[in-house]
């Protein structure tokens, strides 16, 4: 049982580079689950996954060319079934242990053990362990099945196998060969139509040898480097080219560094196998162009890395990629330079063209745009968005902030309806933003066009100045409020319409920017915006605002406990939340905190089942001693918690009131509640209403009990 490292490549044509890296990674990891399934590779087996654009790879350390025997026990029937009353096996017994391999000269060896009530025969026996082949064989089908493939395309066999040219297999992309070294050994194993062998191919065109021979599974990465002109790893790949873009945007200087965008280095480490990178350029009067615009194009079509310079600002060279390295490189930079030229020209046209017309001359235009077939048009949408703006307006800065959001909600989707945004619906917000500019807006209004979408994403930056912010909450609140109001609900895997990421970003407006506006009374103002397009969803949405924002706690660090007590309150301004859980943490910590608590959640059930309780309390009517000392110690702590309260020390107003412990103890212990005398009752339930307002103003401390 030899121990030797494992490698298996499988060669194919250019494989998706979106998903390259998943597949490596999920080729890899289901050869080793599945080999130490078999037990012939540890729980220390090392795994270093592999991916290219033509093959997936893996190499497994200590894997064992024959998996360890082991012993099993086999439970056959119970003892007055397989054996007759001298102790003779039945043919029942005896059929069974043939299935097991085994004749009537092993039943002196079963077992007897308890099995139930009953007792039973048991067989022991040891299981072979399995070969290195037979084990590879099913742990290579097994990982070839379970691929995450975005596509599967079918192909026709031409060799090795029953019927060339008409024997079809399917996998994401035809592949030529196969690998499967066990040391320096070749492992006989078969997938997709290839036999198992001890060699692959290099680059394409740059290959020192072909086919690249592979002499041990450790030499795997090195051999294909130095014969095969190809990096392997996908890590490695990426940090290469990472290297390299850097060192090309030094070599330009000015302090001129490469777009920084994770995605787009991934999708070019899955294309490349000896990345190259260029420097090129393009004319400089197409900096005219937005560099929004330029950037994109550059990005998206070509996969070119655009270089800033040290402000930021776009430059007329970029970085190009390439997969060769040829010793004069001019016709791939010519290449490269002659094919971005178009790209930028077509942007540079929408953007001329887009400037002959002003954004408000557009606005007509979106009622020929359909935003839902339930909601209508965009151009009624806007109207909603105007109105929801102007009422969210009126209450943050009166008539002025209301004029300057209703110019901004008027022209925020103009810029739907232009050509740019058409070929690049990616610029929304942007491209109006430089149109308001080029009509002569204020700057406040354009940025608010741009910002009204924003957050965007988590993490995102928020609004910039308060007219884009309330285009931003109003765009997102009709879109919250018009979904909900078809029912046009988010489910657990889909969510067309993106309203978890708009209600997230309505809660961190109103959290983040402290704003006097209760969730309550936004989705309350905005629903009249739809007359009768819509079935009133208020309900509805707050409780899925209050799970968002509950959930977004929760993960920041919050207990659910804490996040229960204080949402309990549905506070009026969400700025506050941070303050009122960190409050209600501080007095969960004091040693008072458990049996405040747990009184609190009686006093809230006697309240409950009390109906209506006026809050006040006649001295007059308090006869037992335990009454008298909680009512005086409210009047002595409550003033204290509320002025607190009322100045924003929330810790401290809570840790005020955990003085009440010993005399809420007190009055419960001796005191009865529902007296049968009518005043008494009434005059305890309301003092018990005082000491439930007192107490709760911060959170509701019963959700802790």
Same mark, same amino acid.
């Given at each position: 049982?030899?121990?030797?490292?494992?490698?298996?490549?499988?060669?194919?044509?250019?494989?998706?580079?979106?998903?390259?890296?998943?597949?490596?990674?999920?080729?890899?990891?289901?050869?080793?689950?599945?080999?130490?399934?078999?037990?012939?590779?540890?729980?220390?087996?090392?795994?270093?996954?592999?991916?290219?654009?033509?093959?997936?790879?893996?190499?497994?350390?200590?894997?064992?060319?024959?998996?360890?025997?082991?012993?099993?026990?086999?439970?056959?029937?119970?003892?007055?079934?397989?054996?007759?009353?001298?102790?003779?096996?039945?043919?029942?017994?005896?059929?069974?242990?043939?299935? &097991?391999?085994?004749?009537?000269?092993?039943?002196?060896?079963?077992?007897?053990?308890?099995?139930?009530?009953?007792?039973?025969?048991?067989?022991?026996?040891?299981?072979?362990?399995?070969?290195?082949?037979?084990?590879?064989?099913?742990?290579?089908?097994?990982?070839?099945?379970?691929?995450?493939?975005?596509?599967?395309?079918?192909?026709?066999?031409?060799?090795?196998?029953?019927?060339?040219?008409?024997?079809?297999?399917?996998?994401?992309?035809?592949?030529?060969?196969? /690998?499967?070294?066990?040391?320096?050994?070749?492992?006989?194993?078969?997938?997709?139509?290839?036999?198992?062998?001890?060699?692959?191919?290099?680059?394409?065109? !740059?290959?020192?040898?072909?086919?690249?021979?592979?002499?041990?599974?450790?030499?795997?990465?090195?051999?294909?480097?130095?014969?095969?002109?190809?990096?392997?790893?996908?890590?490695?790949?990426?940090?290469?080219?990472?290297?390299?873009?850097?060192?090309?945007?030094?070599?330009?200087?000015?302090?001129?560094?490469?777009?920084?965008?994770?995605?787009?280095?991934?999708?070019?480490?899955?294309?490349?196998?000896?990345?190259?990178?260029?420097?090129?350029?393009?004319?400089?009067?197409?900096?005219?162009?937005?560099? !929004?615009?330029?950037?994109?194009?550059?990005?998206?079509?070509?996969?070119?890395?655009? &270089?800033?310079?040290?402000?930021?600002?776009?430059?007329?060279?970029?970085?190009?990629?390439?997969?060769?390295?040829?010793?004069?490189?001019?016709?791939?930079?010519?290449?490269?330079?002659? /094919?971005?030229?178009?790209?930028?020209?077509?942007?540079?046209?929408?953007?001329?063209?887009?400037?002959?017309?002003?954004?408000?001359?557009?606005?007509?235009?979106?009622?020929?745009?359909?935003?839902?077939?339930?909601?209508?048009?965009?151009?009624?949408?806007?109207?909603?968005?105007?109105?929801?703006?102007?009422?969210?307006?009126?209450?943050?800065?009166?008539?002025?902030?209301?004029?300057?959001?209703?110019?901004?909600?008027?022209?925020?989707?103009?810029?739907?309806?232009?050509?740019?945004?058409?070929?690049?619906?990616?610029?929304?917000?942007?491209?109006?933003?430089?149109?308001?500019?080029?009509?002569?807006?204020?700057?406040?209004?354009?940025?608010?066009?741009?910002?009204?979408?924003?957050?965007?994403?988590?993490?995102?930056?928020?609004?910039?100045?308060?007219?884009?912010?309330?285009?931003?909450?109003?765009?997102?609140?009709?879109?919250?409020?018009?979904?909900?109001?078809?029912?046009?609900?988010?489910?657990?895997?889909?969510?067309?319409?993106?309203?978890?990421?708009?209600?997230?970003? /309505?809660?961190?407006?109103?959290?983040?920017?402290? #704003?006097?506006?209760?969730?309550?009374?936004?989705?309350?103002?905005?629903?009249?915006?739809?007359?009768?397009?819509?079935?009133?969803?208020?309900?509805?949405? #707050?409780?899925?605002?209050?799970?968002?924002?509950?959930?977004?706690?929760? !993960?920041?660090?919050?207990?659910?406990?804490?996040?229960?007590? /204080?949402?309990?309150?549905?506070?009026?301004?969400?700025?506050?939340?941070?303050?009122? #859980?960190?409050?209600?943490?501080?007095?969960?910590?004091?040693?008072?905190?458990?049996?405040?608590?747990?009184?609190?959640?009686?006093?809230?059930?006697?309240?409950?089942?009390?109906?209506?309780?006026?809050?006040?309390?006649?001295?007059?009517?308090?006869?037992?001693?335990?009454?008298?000392?909680?009512?005086?110690?409210?009047?002595?702590?409550?003033?204290?918690?509320?002025?607190?309260?009322?100045?924003?020390?929330?810790?401290?107003?809570?840790?005020?009131?955990?003085?009440?412990?010993?005399?809420?103890?007190?009055?419960?212990?001796?005191?009865?509640?529902?007296?049968?005398?009518?005043?008494?009752?009434?005059?305890?339930?309301?003092?018990?209403?005082?000491?439930?307002?007192?107490?709760?103003?911060?959170?509701?401390?019963?959700?802790?009990?």
């Amino acid at each position: 049982m030899t121990a030797q490292n494992l490698l298996v490549e499988l060669f194919v044509e250019e494989l998706p580079p979106k998903a390259l890296r998943k597949l490596g990674d999920a080729f890899a990891a289901q050869l080793l689950e599945q080999l130490r399934a078999q037990g012939l590779a540890g729980a220390d087996a090392q795994l270093t996954a592999f991916a290219s654009p033509r093959r997936l790879a893996a190499h497994i350390t200590g894997v064992l060319a024959r998996a360890a025997d082991k012993p099993q026990s086999t439970k056959l029937m119970p003892v007055a079934v397989g054996l007759t009353a001298d102790g003779q096996p039945t043919p029942a017994l005896l059929k069974r242990l043939a299935t &097991l391999g085994a004749d009537a000269s092993a039943v002196p060896q079963l077992k007897r053990a308890p099995d139930g009530k009953a007792e039973a025969l048991f067989f022991d026996s040891v299981q072979a362990g399995v070969a290195l082949a037979e084990g590879l064989q099913k742990a290579l089908l097994e990982a070839i099945a379970k691929l995450p493939i975005p596509k599967v395309m079918s192909y026709q066999l031409e060799e090795g196998c029953e019927l060339p040219g008409w024997t079809s297999v399917s996998f994401v992309r035809p592949a030529h060969g196969l /690998v499967a070294l066990h040391g320096s050994e070749v492992v006989p194993v078969t997938a997709l139509g290839l036999k198992a062998g001890n060699s692959t191919q290099g680059h394409r065109f !740059e290959a020192a040898k072909s086919p690249v021979v592979l002499a041990h599974a450790d030499r795997y990465a090195d051999t294909l480097a130095e014969d095969g002109s190809v990096i392997a790893g996908f890590d490695a790949r990426r940090a290469e080219i990472a290297r390299q873009l850097a060192a090309a945007a030094a070599q330009v200087g000015g302090g001129a560094r490469p777009i920084e965008d994770e995605a787009l280095l991934d999708e070019v480490t899955a294309l490349v196998e000896r990345p190259n990178v260029l420097v090129c350029a393009f004319e400089p009067e197409f900096l005219d162009v937005p560099q !929004e615009c330029l950037i994109l194009t550059m990005k998206a079509n070509q996969k070119y890395f655009p &270089l800033l310079d040290a402000e930021g600002r776009l430059t007329n060279r970029f970085l190009v990629v390439s997969n060769i390295r040829p010793a004069d490189a001019s016709a791939v930079t010519g290449g490269n330079e002659r /094919v971005v030229r178009p790209r930028l020209a077509d942007a540079k046209f929408f953007y001329d063209q887009d400037r002959k017309k002003t954004l408000a001359a557009r606005v007509p235009g979106l009622d020929k745009v359909v935003y839902h077939n339930k909601l209508g048009s965009q151009g009624e949408r806007i109207a909603r968005v105007r109105a929801i703006a102007a009422a969210i307006a009126q209450q943050l800065g009166g008539a002025e902030l209301a004029a300057q959001a209703d110019q901004a909600a008027q022209l925020a989707k103009s810029d739907l309806v232009t050509d740019m945004v058409g070929e690049f619906p990616e610029l929304q917000g942007t491209m109006g933003r430089y149109y308001a500019l080029n009509d002569g807006l204020l700057p406040f209004v354009a940025d608010a066009i741009e910002d009204h979408y924003k957050p965007r994403f988590a993490g995102d930056a928020l609004p910039r100045n308060d007219v884009g912010l309330v285009v931003a909450l109003a765009d997102k609140l009709e879109t919250l409020v018009g979904m909900f109001g078809i029912g046009n609900l988010p489910t657990g895997d889909r969510d067309p319409f993106a309203l978890r990421r708009h209600a997230l970003g /309505v809660l961190r407006m109103l959290s983040e920017k402290n #704003l006097p506006l209760a969730p309550e009374a936004l989705v309350r103002a905005a629903v009249p915006a739809f007359g009768d397009k819509i079935q009133d969803p208020t309900e509805a949405l #707050l409780n899925f605002l209050d799970e968002r924002l509950a959930g977004s706690l929760r !993960e920041q660090g919050y207990s659910a406990q804490e996040v229960d007590a /204080v949402l309990a309150l549905r506070p009026a301004r969400l700025g506050e939340v941070p303050k009122r #859980l960190a409050a209600v943490r501080a007095f969960a910590a004091l040693p008072e905190a458990a049996a405040l608590a747990a009184a609190n959640k009686r006093v809230s059930n006697i309240l409950k089942k009390a109906g209506e309780v006026d809050a006040h309390v006649s001295e007059l009517l308090l006869q037992e001693s335990a009454e008298k000392q909680l009512y005086a110690a409210l009047q002595r702590t409550a003033p204290v918690a509320d002025a607190q309260f009322e100045a924003g020390d929330y810790t401290a107003s809570l840790q005020t009131l955990a003085a009440l412990r010993t005399p809420v103890d007190a009055f419960f212990d001796a005191v009865m509640v529902n007296a049968e005398q009518a005043d008494l009752r009434l005059n305890r339930q309301g003092l018990l209403k005082a000491l439930h307002a007192a107490m709760n103003r911060v959170a509701d401390l019963s959700r802790l009990a």
